[in-house]
């Protein structure tokens, strides 16, 4: 395990996993190339679809084989082989828990069929006894609270549903974009995944890095992670994003890099800027409790300290 222990690896997921001995990862996430035709730096994703089939079995098998008995997995993939996906963890014995949906927006624009803005996350586990779930920390406020003030509203406010509607893709506009890869994902979304399913200081693995998204929300969050990637090149610029992070996350603000990260996650599953929460006291105060739900550390925020950290914040 030690050879994994945060890093990015550079090999074949199949061939890299197929060497460790025991289970080590408490939470595995995996955007896999969607065989559509996409041009990586070190791999074409077009093969013929009986392989890509078999191929997927193969890199399934080998991250179930390192995923500890409480683990979860989450795969995010295309309509063309979302119906193979769930075939295949059924036949090695894998639990679904949620068949999610994640709605973006900007979808690729089609001439001679609707336009395709979603993609397929499934969310399995290994034992449906025994897994990790937090529920606090992906909670958002429910309409009862911010609309209505309905009495009967849940103080810890609602789970989200299993569309997810409140993460755009990274275009090549957005801030986030590295500008290297051309298929990354929201940190948010990963960030609500990697929230829920595991605890600070847990083993993240994700087999196909690319961009370093997974390893980069891992950082953030106070877990231990492990990516593999095929392109050399790809994992020395993935590394340069941590690096980055790294020395963002040793600056020591009035609140951590993880209270801040939190922050800007819950404003987006809220749907709501920042300005706005501040500029309304209401809302503010719901933002806030909300978010001591979240970071669930016996730790009280108030509406006052939590308009300060955001002050400069970029929305």
């Known amino acids: 395990m030690q050879d994994f222990?945060?890093?990015?690896?550079?090999?074949?997921c199949i061939e890299v996993l197929g060497k460790t001995k025991e289970p080590f990862a408490d939470l595995i996430f995996a955007d896999p190339p969607f065989n559509i035709g996409y041009k990586y730096d070190k791999y074409y994703d077009k093969v013929k679809k009986k392989n890509y089939i078999a191929w997927t079995k193969q890199w399934i098998s080998s991250c179930t084989k390192v995923l500890k008995p409480h683990g979860s997995f989450y795969i995010a993939i295309g309509d063309e082989y979302a119906a193979n996906i769930k075939i295949i963890a059924d036949e090695l014995g894998l639990f679904m828990r949620n068949w999610i949906i994640w709605h973006y927006t900007f979808g690729q624009q089609m001439k001679n069929k609707f336009a395709r803005a979603h993609t397929h996350i499934f969310y399995f586990v290994n034992d449906k006894n025994n897994f990790t779930f937090n529920d606090k920390a992906v909670r958002i406020?429910?309409?009862r609270q911010l609309l209505y003030n309905d009495k009967r509203a849940n103080p810890a406010g609602k789970m989200p549903d299993d569309v997810w509607n409140t993460y755009s893709r990274v275009c090549g506009t957005f801030r986030e974009r590295t500008g290297w890869h051309p298929c990354q994902m929201p940190e948010n979304l990963l960030k609500r995944i990697i929230s829920a399913s595991s605890n600070p200081g847990d083993f993240v693995l994700?087999?196909?890095?690319?961009?370093?998204t997974t390893p980069a929300a891992a950082?953030?969050?106070?877990?231990?992670?492990?990516?593999?990637?095929?392109?050399?090149?790809?994992?020395?610029?993935?590394?340069?994003?941590l690096e980055k992070l790294q020395k963002t996350k040793s600056a020591k603000p009035p609140l951590s890099i993880i209270e801040l990260s939190?922050?800007?996650r819950l404003s987006v599953d809220m749907g709501k800027p920042l300005r706005e929460i501040t500029a309304d006291k209401k809302l503010l105060k719901i933002f806030a409790n909300q978010f001591a739900l979240r970071m669930n550390n016996k730790k009280k925020y108030s509406e006052q300290e939590i308009a300060s950290a955001v002050k400069d914040l970029n929305d």
């Open 219 to 241: 950082l953030q969050l106070s877990r231990r992670y492990a990516s593999i990637e095929i392109s050399q090149e790809y994992v020395n610029k993935a590394n340069k994003r």
């Open 206 to 212: 994700d087999p196909f890095c690319g961009s370093g």
């Open 5 to 12: 222990l945060d890093k990015i690896i550079c090999g074949d």
């Open 262 to 264: 939190e922050i800007k």
């Open 141 to 143: 406020p429910s309409d």
